[in-house]
C-alpha cells in the first residue's frame, strides 16, 4: 500500500510541490478520468450537458480564482470577458474562416489581450476600488456587446459552429464532452502547474502581503496584470467552447449576475484552491437543477399553488445562487475544498481522531 | 446648440444627481462606520420601495401612515440584516464582505420579483401633474418634491453629524475603533445603528423615485449608480458623496445630450459614468478626494 502518512514528514521542497503525493492519487485521478469518458455511454443527452456545462464554467471559474483566489485581486466582470471570449471565437471563425478548433485557443489570446487593457489601471488598484474598476468593465463591455454588430451580431446573437477536426464533428453532448474534457484537462494542469513556478509563487506572494512581497523583489504592477491577463485568458477558452457547445450566443447572456455567479462559484469551491474551482462550478451547475427538482415535487401541491413556484422558477434559483453565497461565506468560508480535505482527514485518523 | 434642451437636462440632472447623492450618503455612512462596502445599497431602495406601495394599494393606507411604516420596517430590515449576516463576516477579508453583500443584493432583487412580479408599477397618485414654471422651465412638481426631500435628508445628516450624541459616536468610530470603545461607545450598535440609518434613507430615496417613475427591479441600479459617485466623491466624505451624486447626474445628462446630438451611440446615459469612472482610477488610485492610505509593514 502507498499511503499518505498521518503527519506531515515532508522534508523538501519537491516533496511539499508535488501534485500528487501518494501514487494512489495519481491512480485516482487517470480512474476519474477514464470514468468520464465513459460517461457517454451511460448518462442521457441531459446529464451530458451539464457535465459539458461544469467543464466550460469550470474552466472560467479557475481563472478567476487565480485572479481572486491566488492574487487576491477581486474582479466583478468576468462574465463579460467569458462572453468577449464565445463572441471572439464566433467572430473569428465567421469573419476570417479559420477552422473552429484553433478559434478557441485564438479566442481565449484575444480575451487575455482585453482583459491586459482592463488589467493596466487595475495594476494599481487593489480591494474595493478594483471590485468598483472592474463592475465598471462589466458594464462597459455589455455595452460594447450590444453595440458592436460586426463583432457580436446585435440584438440577434451570433450563431457558432460545431467543433470540428478534420472529419470528426463534436455536433452532439456525445462528441462535445471529450472536447471539453481535453480543455479542461490541459487547463487545470497548466494552473497545478503554475502555482509551483516562481510566477505563481509570487502572485500567491502578493496576496499574502503585497508590501511584504515588493519588497521582497516582486514587481507589484506587473504580478497583478499578469494575473488579469492568465484569468481572462481562462474565461475566454470557457467562453469560447461555451459558444461552441450552444452553437448561439446571445447579447444578453452576460450580465453581472453571471460574473456574480463566477464569484459564487470561486468561493463556494473554496479560494485559492484549483480542484475547488470545479466543484465550485458543479455546485452552481447543479444548485439550479436542485431548485428546479424541489419545486417539481411540489408542484400542483398547496404550497405551489400560494406561492406560484413554477411560474417564478427563475427568481427563485437566483435567490439560491445569493442564499448559497452568504451561507457559504458565513458558515464555510474555505468552501468546498476545505471540507473535501476535512473528509479525507477524518478518515486519514480514522478511528484516532481524536 | 439648443441651450433650453441643455438648461432642462441639467436641471434634470441635478434632481436626480440629487437622488444619487443621497443613496451615496447612504452607502458612505456603513463604509464609515463599519468598513463595509455595501453592494446591496439598491436593494435597499428596492425593497423600501415595494414595501411602501405594497401598503398604498393592497391596505388601502393613507400617504403619510404607509410611509411612516415603512421607515419602521426599513429600521428593522437594516437592524436584521446587519446582525444575521454582517456581524460573523467581522474581521473577515474584504473580498468575503464585499461577497456577502452582493449575495444579499441578488438574494432581495431575485425575492422582490418573486412577490411584485417584473413589471413597472405606479404609486397612486399623490401630486398633481399639472408643470409649473421655474425660471422658465417646465417642472413637474413631483421633481421639486424629490428634491427638496434631498434636501431636507442632506440637512438631517449633516445636523446629525455635526449635532447628535450617536452621530458623534459613530464619526469617533469611524476615526478608530478602539478608542471609540475605550470611551465608551458600543462600537456593535453603531454599526447597527449605520445599517438602520442607512436602510432607511435609501429607502426614502426608493419611495421618490418611485413615486416619480413606477416600482420596478430598475430601482436597484441606484445602488450601482452611486459607485461613480462615491469614486468621484471620495468613499470617506459624505459632503463628498453629495458632490459626486450631483455630478454624476449631471454627467449622465450631458452625455445624453452630447449622445442625442452628434454621437448616436444609443445608452450613453447609462454609461458615461463608468467611463468617468474608470478614468478617474486611472489617474488617481484612490478616487478623486479619497484619503490616499500610508501603509507600513
Known amino acids: 500500500m502507498d499511503l499518505a502518512p498521518a503527519g506531515d514528514y515532508r522534508s523538501s521542497y519537491r516533496e511539499d510541490m508535488t501534485i500528487f503525493p501518494t501514487r494512489n492519487s495519481r491512480i485516482a485521478m487517470w480512474l476519474g478520468l477514464a470514468l468520464l469518458c465513459a460517461a457517454p455511454l451511460v448518462l442521457g443527452r441531459y446529464e451530458l450537458g451539464l457535465l459539458i456545462n461544469i467543464g466550460t464554467l469550470g474552466i472560467a471559474a479557475l481563472g478567476l480564482n487565480i485572479l481572486v483566489g491566488f492574487t487576491g485581486q477581486i474582479s466583478i466582470g468576468h462574465a463579460a470577458f467569458f462572453g468577449f471570449g464565445a463572441f471572439a471565437s464566433a467572430w473569428l471563425h465567421e469573419r476570417w474562416h479559420i477552422p473552429v478548433a484553433l478559434c478557441i485557443p485564438l479566442a481565449g489570446a484575444m480575451t487575455a489581450l482585453v482583459g491586459l487593457v482592463f488589467g493596466a489601471p487595475a495594476g494599481r488598484l487593489k480591494g474595493l476600488y478594483l471590485a468598483i474598476a472592474t463592475l465598471a468593465a462589466q458594464f462597459i463591455l455589455e455595452d460594447f456587446f450590444a453595440r458592436a454588430q460586426w463583432f457580436t451580431g446585435g440584438v440577434a446573437g451570433r450563431i457558432t459552429e460545431p467543433f470540428a477536426l478534420g472529419s470528426w464533428v463534436a455536433d452532439r453532448e456525445e462528441t462535445y464532452l471529450y472536447v471539453v474534457i481535453a480543455y479542461v484537462v490541459v487547463m487545470y494542469a497548466a494552473a497545478a502547474n503554475l502555482m ?159 | 446648440m439648443d441651450w433650453t434642451l441643455l438648461l432642462q437636462l441639467t436641471l434634470n440632472g441635478l434632481i436626480v444627481g440629487a437622488l444619487y447623492g443621497v443613496v451615496a450618503m447612504s452607502f458612505v455612512l456603513i463604509y464609515k462606520a463599519s468598513q463595509v462596502v455595501n453592494f446591496a445599497q439598491g436593494e435597499f431602495l428596492l425593497v423600501g420601495a415595494w414595501v411602501c406601495w405594497w401598503l398604498l394599494t393592497e391596505w388601502q393606507l393613507p400617504f403619510w401612515a404607509g410611509f411612516l411604516v415603512t421607515l419602521a420596517f426599513m429600521t428593522a430590515f437594516g437592524l436584521i440584516l446587519q446582525v444575521v449576516v454582517l456581524r460573523p ?59 427638496g426631500i434631498s434636501i431636507l435628508i442632506m440637512a438631517g445628516f449633516a445636523w446629525f453629524f455635526t449635532a447628535s450624541k450617536h452621530g458623534l459616536a459613530m464619526r469617533a468610530t469611524a476615526f478608530d475603533q478602539q478608542v471609540a470603545q475605550s470611551l465608551g461607545i458600543s462600537v456593535p450598535k453603531v454599526f447597527a445603528m449605520s445599517w438602520a440609518i442607512s436602510a432607511v434613507v435609501s429607502s426614502v430615496a426608493g419611495i421618490v423615485v418611485g413615486v416619480v417613475n413606477g416600482v420596478s427591479s430598475a430601482l436597484s441600479f441606484y445602488g450601482i449608480k452611486v459607485f461613480p459617485a462615491v469614486i468621484l466623491g471620495g468613499l470617506d466624505s459624505v459632503a463628498g458623496a453629495v458632490l459626486g451624486g450631483l455630478i454624476v447626474g449631471v454627467l449622465e445628462n450631458w452625455a445624453q445630450y452630447l449622445d442625442a446630438g452628434w454621437l448616436n451611440w444609443g445608452n450613453m446615459v447609462t454609461i458615461a459614468p463608468f467611463y468617468a469612472l474608470i478614468l478617474i482610477l486611472l489617474i488617481k488610485p484612490y478616487g478623486l478626494f479619497g484619503t490616499k492610505n500610508i501603509e507600513r509593514v
Open chain 2, 89 to 147: 463576516l467581522i474581521g473577515e477579508p474584504v473580498i468575503s464582505v464585499i461577497m456577502a453583500t452582493i449575495g444579499l443584493g441578488i438574494f432581495f432583487q431575485a425575492l422582490m420579483k418573486w412577490i411584485f412580479g417584473v413589471f413597472a408599477k405606479p404609486f397612486p397618485p399623490i401630486f398633481s401633474t399639472e408643470r409649473v414654471n421655474v425660471l422658465g422651465l417646465e417642472v413637474q412638481p413631483v421633481y421639486l418634491m424629490s428634491l
Open chain 1, 196 to 354: 509551483r513556478t516562481r510566477d505563481g509563487r509570487a502572485l500567491v506572494a502578493v496576496r499574502d502581503h503585497y508590501l511584504s512581497a515588493e519588497v521582497m523583489g516582486i514587481n507589484l504592477a506587473y504580478y497583478r496584470t499578469l494575473s488579469f491577463g492568465i484569468a481572462s485568458l481562462y474565461a475566454g477558452i470557457g467562453g469560447a467552447l461555451y459558444a461552441h457547445y450552444l452553437l448561439f450566443v446571445s447579447v444578453e447572456a452576460f450580465n453581472i449576475l453571471f460574473s456574480i455567479q463566477f464569484l459564487g462559484m470561486v468561493i463556494i469551491g473554496g479560494l485559492g484552491s484549483v480542484m475547488g474551482s470545479l466543484m465550485g462550478a458543479a455546485f452552481m451547475v447543479l444548485l439550479p437543477e436542485l431548485v428546479q427538482a424541489g419545486a417539481d415535487a411540489l408542484s400542483g401541491s398547496a404550497i405551489d399553488r400560494v406561492l406560484k413556484l413554477g411560474a417564478s422558477i427563475s427568481f427563485l434559483r437566483e435567490m439560491a445562487v445569493g442564499a448559497a453565497i452568504i451561507l457559504f461565506l458565513i458558515f464555510e468560508p474555505d468552501g468546498l475544498a476545505h471540507r473535501w480535505r476535512l473528509i479525507k482527514a477524518y478518515w486519514k485518523l480514522y478511528p484516532y481522531s481524536h
